[in-house]
């Protein structure tokens, strides 16, 4: 078991529109884990645990357009409701907002890239991130993993966590679990 303690942050990773299933860039079942998330969300504002939640958060000259040459559908562009955060989500008011991939010029798919995430987990003393969300292979693992460089000790909260398809998600967690991180499920969450 695990018990939260008051060096723990939940991550909320990419729980915008455009990843659900009625978005521009669907990650296939994303809201099946929203009830998840707004468990662990109540579970760690009601211990007064931080959350934090990122938000892919692009111009329209973003990189990784495919429209620019990228790899992406048009995607969380800043301020249209594909950005918004996913109707039903439901975020404590007081979290921490973190937008990422916001430089026309630089794809980010860590959390940790280009922003104050870093330094806001450790003003509050933050040792240990629980991180869920979407999508499992791009910026859940990304920034897992640069939590983990970071040395940040990394549960991945894998029954609240959606990648693009089911192989890419197993691969995803078995990476993450290689370099050092920890799957757990609410299970083994002591309430
Ligand atoms: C993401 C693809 C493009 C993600 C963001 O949030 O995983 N994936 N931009
Ligand atoms: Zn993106």
């Known amino acids: ?54 938000r892919d958060w692009h111009p329209e000259n973003h990189v990784s357009f495919d429209i620019n040459g990228g790899r992406w559908p048009v995607h969380c562009v800043q301020w249209s ?10 975020l404590p008011p007081d979290t921490f907002i973190v937008n990422k991939g916001d430089r026309p010029e630089l794809e980010a798919y860590s959390g940790f890239q280009g922003t104050l995430l870093d330094s806001l987990l450790k003003e509050r003393g ?28 990394v549960f991945v909260l894998t029954d609240a966590v959606k990648g693009l398809s089911r192989e890419s998600e197993e691969e995803a967690v078995e990476e993450l679990l290689l370099a050092g991180a920890v799957a757990l499920g609410s299970s083994l969450i002591k309430p």
């Open 81 to 90: 409701r594909g950005a918004d955060f996913a109707n039903g989500l439901e």
């Open 126 to 153: 933050i040792r240990r991130i629980f991180v869920c969300g979407v999508a499992a292979e791009f910026c859940v693992k990304n920034t897992c993993i640069g939590a983990i460089n970071l040395g940040y000790t």
């Open 1 to 54: 078991m695990v018990r939260i303690t008051p060096h723990d942050a939940l991550i909320v990773v990419d729980m915008q529109n455009d990843f659900m299933p009625w978005g521009r860039l669907p990650v296939p079942g994303a809201d099946g884990i929203i009830d998840k998330v707004n468990h662990y969300c109540k579970l760690f504002s009601s211990k007064g645990n931080p959350v934090f939640a990122t």
